[in-house]
């Protein structure tokens, strides 16, 4: 069974950088992509970002395009979200996922972590 394990997570000023990392256990990390979800209050859950097996392929949602950047370390069972020039907006719980398809809905993704409170002040 995997587990995914998210940190990182935490209150940041209007135009500052966190980075957060999810942590992958019970299977092959290598195997499966990997997406980074976010969920405001009173929002649905929404795409952030996700990157293929390999890394070799990126995708964002237009929100974060440009300001957020998705990696992984294979050799450490890990895949980051590094997060700058953050707005209030930004603010929300980040859920990492994990799936054998390379996609941005959340109907691809298998398994999920406990997520990671990212607050953002204005």
């Known amino acids: 069974q995997v587990q995914l394990v998210e940190s990182g997570g935490g209150l940041v000023q209007a135009g500052g950088s966190l980075r957060l990392s999810c942590g992958f256990s019970?299977?092959?990390?290598?195997?499966?992509?990997m997406g980074w979800f976010r969920q405001a209050p009173g929002k649905e859950r929404e795409f952030g970002a996700r990157?293929?097996?390999?890394?070799?392929?990126?995708y964002y949602a237009d929100s974060v395009k440009g300001r957020f950047i998705i990696s992984r370390d294979n050799a450490k069972n890990t895949v980051y979200l590094q997060m700058n020039s953050l707005k209030p907006e930004d603010t929300g719980v980040y859920y990492c996922?994990?799936?054998?398809?390379?996609?941005?809905?959340?109907?691809?993704?298998?398994?999920w972590g406990q997520g990671t409170q990212v607050t953002v002040s204005s």
């Open positions: 996922a994990a799936g054998v398809r390379t996609t941005a809905y959340l109907s691809g993704y298998d398994y």
């Open positions: 990157i293929s097996w390999s890394g070799g392929s990126t």
């Open positions: 019970g299977r092959t990390f290598s195997g499966y992509a």
